[in-house]
């Protein structure tokens, strides 16, 4: 936290500007006790001039700050904001920033302010990589950006990692970039400038584009619920524990719909549903025969009721009824192969 209040300081450099220039610069960046920004078109209509005229006059303020005897008094100010971002990791996100350091939500506007006019501090804007964020240390910064973009990389689409292997993978990848012997904390702050890997509601990282990070639906919430429990659940238990698990109102019919929908999710059992990814193959009875006899060969009764139930929760009687049926042929050692 900072050892200062933002609003003083900033009240200290505007003091001394003339006063259409301290107007345009409270309006901007939202300086007023209201904390609403201005866009350069709204204010260049009230002043009757075009919005790049204001710019100019913004520019022309932030240069007279940085100029000015209130700038060069507040040393000690300046020291400790660009210490308090260093500790914080030295290359953050604003929204990482500002929740870090303000106290209040009228401080954010005014710690914005301070950071673009510091000669401390450098940005860097929002593009399709990145959030918009703040850096003290160019080579850290370019540094980190690389190591991101290795780890997004390295990602297959739809994996998911816990939060501590990924970090582990991170860790990896700033060393190959130089960053060595940083504080354990300030990698989770790197990790939330990327706009393309992000973390779900349960702790685990991967692609943003993922639907099992960026979460949308109630097929996702189901997703991540299943894959939290491990084996297979009744439609009714899905909903209970998207809701316990994420706070979030799901009518069982509902959920069973969207599971129906979805290929993501096999139908094992009455209402049972498992996920793909853990082996279940789509079809009825029938057809989960077919697929193990094609992959493995001629099989005995028990073998493939043994290797059935793997897959589904059926009967024994269910399995033996479909092998009787035109699409399998007893062979004369006894074993089951595909009729056709």
């Known amino acids: 936290m900072l050892s200062f209040q933002p609003k003083s300081v ?9 006063e259409r220039s301290r107007k345009v610069l409270v309006d901007r960046f ?20 075009t919005r790049e005229r204001i710019r100019q006059i913004e520019n022309h303020g932030i240069s007279s700050v940085r100029d000015s005897d209130a700038y060069t008094a507040l040393n000690a100010q300046w020291s400790d904001l660009k210490a308090a971002v260093a500790a914080l990791g030295g290359l953050l996100a604003e929204e990482t ?11 954010r506007n005014h710690i914005v302010f301070l950071l673009t006019v510091g000669h401390h501090f450098d940005a860097r ?45 991170f860790a990896k990848y700033l060393k190959e970039e130089g ?33 099992h990070v960026r979460i949308k639906n109630t097929r996702d919430f189901a997703y991540l619920t299943l894959k939290r429990h491990g084996s297979p659940m009744h439609f009714v238990e899905v909903a209970k524990n998207i809701e316990k698990l994420f706070a979030r109102k799901t009518h069982p019919a509902t959920t069973h719909n969207e599971l129906i929908k979805d290929n993501r999710f096999v139908l094992v059992g009455r209402g049972l549903y498992a996920l793909k990814e853990w082996g279940y193959e789509p079809g009825v009875v029938r057809d989960v025969i077919a697929g193990i006899i094609k992959r493995e060969g001629a099989m005995t009764r028990d073998e493939i009721v043994e290797r059935v139930k793997r897959e589904r929760y059926v009967k024994d009687a269910t399995i033996a009824v479909n092998l009787q049926g035109s699409a399998f042929k007893r062979l004369p050692d006894g074993k089951y192969d595909l009729a056709k």
Do not use: C, H
Not at 11 to 17: E, R
Not at 35 to 49: A, H, V
Not at 151 to 162: G, K
Not at 181 to 199: D, Q, T, V, Y
């Open 10 to 18: 900033t009240k200290d450099l505007l003091a001394g500007l003339p």
């Open 30 to 49: 939202g300086l007023s006790a209201k904390g609403e920004r201005r866009t350069l078109d709204s204010i260049g209509k009230e002043y009757g001039i």
């Open 97 to 107: 920033i500002l929740e870090g350091l303000a106290k209040a939500d009228a401080d």
């Open 125 to 169: 804007r929002e593009d399709a990589d990145f959030k918009p964020r703040w850096f003290v240390d160019e080579q850290l910064a370019s540094a980190v950006e690389a190591a991101l973009s290795k780890l997004y990389e390295s990602l297959e689409q739809d994996r998911l990692m816990p939060e501590t292997e990924f970090l582990e993978l």
């Open 179 to 211: 960053v060595r012997n940083r504080p354990a904390e300030s990698l989770p702050r790197w990790l939330f400038i990327s706009k393309r890997i992000g973390r779900n509601p349960l702790g685990e990282w991967g692609r943003t584009d993922s639907p």
